[in-house]
């Protein structure tokens, strides 16, 4: 989130944030797997993942802490006009308050918003706990505010829009007496009721035509004022008409705590303005930043957990006329920080004993021994050398070639290299290369959750094998050029139930999501075509559509597959178009 501030210090316009509550439960995300034409039920073909964890839940106090700075950031993130709506539920609502009033100013607080997000339930020892409440502060006075409407209630239009014209036309009887106005009226009879009223005659005969007087049984004329010409109700801060996601509702994502659509665009209608820019700085599954879209705002999201990102990812390109966006991976600063604030600095680089003691996590984590003395080789497990790239540059093959050579001098024929990133395409090129050596190469990917504590006391850590992707590039026609995935394998299957797993007959069942950009710069990726499977749609091409250059020349093209893990796979094909 830090790495905000540089481009957006005081631009945003509006910040919605929904962060865990502190509940210390993991949240689950469940996906499906293949096309249905495998024959599986939905149930038997959907894994469960775990897409976050509520980190925080050693208590309120650590749940502070951790919202506290964040809180300061996104005070800097604001804008003069801007506004911050904090979601959350009853437990923290209280200490959470406290807190903003202090960095926002008690006056900048605006409202506490209750949201009735369920029907009742019965929790046995006290009253259904149904609501979750949204704190809204400002910036400044000088806040976007549209005075946003609703629907009167049903009770408020029977009692004061009780009379209907002959065509089903709602309305409430007005007074058109000025009796007891200061200002005084019109004196003059009408149509036999004589009176002061508040229009001069003129008016009064105006409104008889076109049939806006009503008449009270003694034929007194009261002016009509029809329903479906008011402006609605002023939203009020009990919000009890939108409903949660529920199993059956069209936006479900599958995303565990997930928002109402309906609720964010409350927000967003209420505090920002068309061309505005919206932040989600826990955005889940991307609903803010879906309604964002649709209400032709610009937006900005961030989240940790990599399903959340490819969830949002597709939610978004799933709308009609969706804006180019970009995906960007801060992985490496949140690593360095991680790596400097648990194992030790000095002042900026990492000193050598907290290098030492990096490796050692890791290879712990990893089950693998330390082995001290050598160049590239930090451990082995089994029977295998182990290798640990760093926290903040991508294995190289250089480096991988260096560790087999290690391991070539010392009689060993397996390594296993763990690393956060990779160059790119260095998977069939290593893996062949250490074979000709008599060496068993195998890549594995460190996760993120080796930084969540709470993951590695559960001993959720995996560390999956890359995937291998085989692609082909074509040449339907001169200028022109399509990809087609030929083949890919992800290697930790057995992390899929055997039931779903016997029952998977394609290689392509594995992919979920599948982009290509068709000149990679080298700095982030553009999706020129995507593919990808929804909820509806369980289908996937395999090959792309032929995207025609401007002009000949040599291209990078780079392909992305995500697969049902939601781990991303990316490589890259230098082309040479003529
Ligand atoms: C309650 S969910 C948000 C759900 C979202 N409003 C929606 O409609 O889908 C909280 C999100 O915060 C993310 N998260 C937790 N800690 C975070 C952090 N430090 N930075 C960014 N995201 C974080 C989690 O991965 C999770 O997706």
């Known amino acids: 989130m830090g790495s905000l501030l540089e481009k957006f210090a005081g631009k945003i316009d509006l910040i919605y944030i929904d962060p865990p509550f502190a509940t210390g439960a993991d949240f689950s995300f469940e996906t499906e797997i293949g096309e249905r034409e495998i024959e599986l039920t939905k149930e038997q073909s959907i894994i469960e993942e775990k897409a976050y964890r509520d980190t925080w839940g050693r208590g309120a106090e650590s749940f502070l802490a951790m919202m506290a700075p964040r809180v300061r ?15 959350c539920e009853w437990h923290m609502s209280s200490h959470l308050r406290l807190f903003l009033d202090e960095v926002f100013g008690a006056d900048q607080f605006r409202a506490e918003i209750i949201w009735k997000r369920t029907s009742a339930h019965s929790d046995s020892s006290t009253f259904g706990q149904v609501h979750d409440t949204l704190l809204y502060y400002t910036k400044t006075n000088a806040f976007v505010w549209n005075n ?16 209907q014209d002959k065509d089903g036309r709602r309305f409430m009887s007005d007074n058109l007496s000025a009796k007891g106005l200061s200002g005084g009226g019109y004196a003059y009879t009408w149509k036999g009721a004589k009176g002061v009223w508040r229009c ?10 076109e049939g806006r007087i009503y008449y009270t049984e003694n034929g007194i004329p009261r002016y009509k004022r029809y329903l479906d010409e008011m402006e609605g109700r002023p939203v009020q801060s009990l919000w009890d008409d939108i409903q949660g996601v529920v199993s059956w509702s069209d936006e479900q994502t599958g995303y565990a705590t997930q928002k109402a659509e309906g609720l964010v665009e409350r927000v967003i209608s209420a505090s920002s303005s068309a061309g ?52 960007l991976n801060l ?89 956060w990133e990779w160059e790119m395409g260095l998977y069939d090129l290593m893996v062949a290369e250490a074979k000709k050596q008599g060496v068993k190469l195998v890549l594995r990917q460190i996760p993120r959750e080796v930084m969540e504590q709470q993951a590695v006391d559960k001993g959720d850590i995996e560390f999956f094998e890359l995937a291998h992707l085989q692609v082909e590039i074509q040449k339907p026609k001169k200028l022109a050029l399509a990809v087609a995935l030929k083949n890919f394998v992800i290697q930790n299957t057995e992390l899929i139930p055997e039931e779903v797993r016997t029952k998977i007959k394609k290689w392509s069942d594995y992919i979920d999501y599948w982009a290509v950009d068709w000149s990679f710069q080298n700095d982030t990726f553009m999706q020129g075509w995507v593919t990808y499977r929804t909820r509806k749609d369980r289908t996937l091409a395999v090959t792309s559509d032929p995207h025609t250059y401007e002009k000949p020349g040599k291209y990078r093209i780079l392909v992305k597959v995500v697969d049902v893990f939601g781990n991303d796979t990316t490589q890259g094909y230098d082309v040479e178009v003529k």
């Open 73 to 87: 950031l996104i005070h800097d993130l604001l804008s003069p006009l801007g506004s911050l709506y904090l979601h």
């Open 148 to 163: 946003p409407k609703t629907d009167y209630e049903e009770w408020y239009v029977e009692r004061y829009y009780r009379y």
């Open 200 to 209: 001069p005659e003129s008016t009064m005969a105006r409104l008889d035509k």
């Open 276 to 327: 505005s820019l919206v932040a989600d700085l826990f955005c889940g599954s991307g609903t803010a930043l879906a309604v964002a879209e649709k209400l032709g705002r610009r937006w900005v999201g961030c989240d940790l957990s990599r399903w959340a990102v490819h969830v949002a990812r597709k939610r978004l390109l799933g709308i009609d006329g969706c804006k180019p966006l970009e995906v």
């Open 331 to 419: 992985g490496k600063y949140e690593r360095q920080y991680w790596q400097g604030v648990t194992f030790g600095k000095d002042g900026k680089t990492v000193t050598e004993r907290a290098l030492y003691e990096y490796l050692a996590f890791i290879l712990k984590l990893y089950g693998a021994q330390p082995v001290p003395g050598l160049t590239h080789l930090h451990g082995k497990v089994g029977r295998a050398m182990v290798h640990i790239g760093a926290v903040d540059a991508p294995v190289t093959i250089d480096e991988i070639n260096a560790a087999i050579a290690e391991c070539v001098q010392l009689k060993q024929t397996e390594l296993h290299v763990l690393g």
